[in-house]
């Protein structure tokens, strides 16, 4: 995220979940060879896995038999700075929001989280990745093999003949494949990366991150490809800052797209099966597995450029392995229909695999949840604009457990609470803190600009704030902005 993401530093964040200990090293087994690609790192790397040196992710290098045989693959930018706010509002000025976050990350603390669970924000790294298909290439290819002895399956048709049936991964996994492109993204002037995107519609609509397709942007160079290899140039028809998303529009599509079937992110459960399809470091259509590790979690993630602002959402957390590249990617349930777009990793600090700094996943993904996506997508593609939900005040971005803080003031000295704005509307004033939006607990200003990006404009929440050390709660009505700026 980026769980796939090509970028620049992100805007402080509140905090970050606490890692647990590493397990105690077991005897060594064979290593396998892993893969790379755009998501973002961040705070502080856990304990290596078992028999690894180190600081190392990703375990000893892979032991080819006899002289054969890398966060990640060449050029592929890191993620892993990030931090605490300055203090910055949000709600009047969505371009200072997004530049609080540019310090090093504090330690790792919990705070306070929806219904009542912990709910740190994590500033995570966006997955975009840099690297081609020579990484794969490399970890591929063998040495001679002379001297071996291999024994051939019978070939009785019974014997070789594999049934899979609905609803295995092999499945879901053959199903949804043809409908899921690599795309590469390139500026005019060459630089770029890759990341993943999946059918949306039979019109030739590709939904991708915002972060995948960012190079390609101001005349740079856009391509898909699909799993049979057939490449097709295309481009952006809108993408969303704020929400990481954007749509990309094949040119000349083929007759026969299928677009992968949407679930519903809000009937999601902790412990569900997860699969997620992506391009790690280059490794086109590549297939992890895992299950739903936390939902709602606040995240807020950069891809690490200089001119960057943060995205903000309530994610799905999954412990499928995703990496630079898998951005963009679709999260799928059990039965094959996408519940999130993966975006964004907690990652180690440093990679071990190749020569690049970018790190790789340690279980710690996050997905946008379709069910926000869907809406996001259908504005592009209908007006090629974002359009964002707001309470019309600034809040506080600073590191905070105790709540979203209305500013004294908001951006360039205009005013914290918008004359006529929602907050204005419902009584907020400069100085309360806003503890509750409906049922979700409000521990900071970021958690809870995700929390409102997850409603449309026009609807109708409660929010919970303290002045003076009273409690009190109102009921407001969404309003609207429209586009990143």
Do not use: C
Request: without cysteine; hydrophobic residues 30%.
């Amino acid at each position: 995220m980026s769980t796939e993401n090509e970028g620049n530093p992100v805007p402080p964040a509140p905090s970050a979940p606490p890692v647990p200990p590493a397990s105690p090293a077991a005897p060594p087994q064979p290593a396998a060879s892993d893969g790379d690609t755009p998501t973002a790192p961040i705070p502080p790397a856990p304990q290596g896995t078992p028999g690894a040196p180190a600081g190392d992710p990703y375990g000893p290098p892979p032991q080819a038999p006899e002289g054969s045989w890398p966060p990640p693959p060449p050029v592929t930018p890191s993620y892993a700075d990030a931090g605490a706010g300055s203090g910055a509002g949000w709600g009047s000025s969505y371009d200072q929001a997004h530049q609080a976050y540019q310090q090093p990350q504090p330690a790792p603390k919990t705070s306070s989280g929806r219904g009542g669970l912990i709910a740190a924000v994590l500033v995570a790294a966006l997955v975009a990745g840099g690297l081609g298909g020579g990484l794969g290439y490399t970890l591929a290819k063998n040495n001679d093999n002379s001297g071996s002895t291999t024994v051939s399956a019978s070939s009785d048709a019974g014997a070789t003949q594999v049934k899979r049936a609905a609803g295995t991964i092999a499945a879901v996994a053959a199903g949804a494949l043809p409908s899921t492109v690599t795309i590469e993204s390139e500026s005019t002037s060459g630089s770029g990366g890759t990341g993943t995107g999946f059918v949306f519609d039979t019109q030739g609509h590709i939904i991708t991150n915002n972060h995948v397709v960012a190079d390609s942007l101001d005349g740079g160079k856009l391509t898909a490809t699909f799993p049979n290899g057939k490449k097709y140039d295309a481009e952006v028809v809108g993408h969303a800052q704020g929400y990481d998303v954007a749509v990309i529009k094949l040119k000349n599509p083929p007759s026969d797209l299928k677009p992968l079937a949407l679930g519903d992110s809000d009937k999601v459960a902790v412990g569900d099966e997860t699969i997620a399809i992506g391009a790690p470091f280059g490794l086109s259509n590549t297939v992890t597995t895992g299950i739903i590790s936390a939902k709602n979690r606040p995240v807020a993630s950069s891809d690490g450029s200089t001119d960057s602002k943060a995205s903000y959402m309530s994610a799905l957390q999954t412990d499928a392995s995703i990496n630079p590249g898998n951005s963009g990617g679709p999260l799928l349930d059990a039965s094959g229909a996408v519940i999130g777009i993966n975006s964004a990793i907690q990652s180690a600090s440093s990679g071990s695999l190749g020569s690049t700094g970018q790190s790789g996943s340690i279980g710690l993904g996050f997905a946008i949840p379709i069910n926000q996506a869907k809406y996001v997508a259908q504005q592009l593609i209908k007006t090629g604009k974002p359009v964002y939900a707001k309470i019309g005040a600034s809040v506080s971005l600073d590191d905070s457990t105790g709540g979203a803080q209305i500013t004294d003031s908001g951006s360039g000295g205009s005013a914290a609470v918008e004359s006529g704005g929602p907050a204005d509307k419902a009584g907020l004033k400069p100085g309360d803190v806003i503890t509750k939006l409906d049922d979700s607990v409000i521990d900071s200003g970021p958690t809870l600009i995700g929390e409102i990006w997850t409603h449309k404009p026009g609807d109708k929440v409660q929010i919970t704030y303290k002045r003076s050390g009273t409690e009190h709660t109102v009921t407001l009505t969404l309003g609207s902005r429209v586009g990143d700026n």
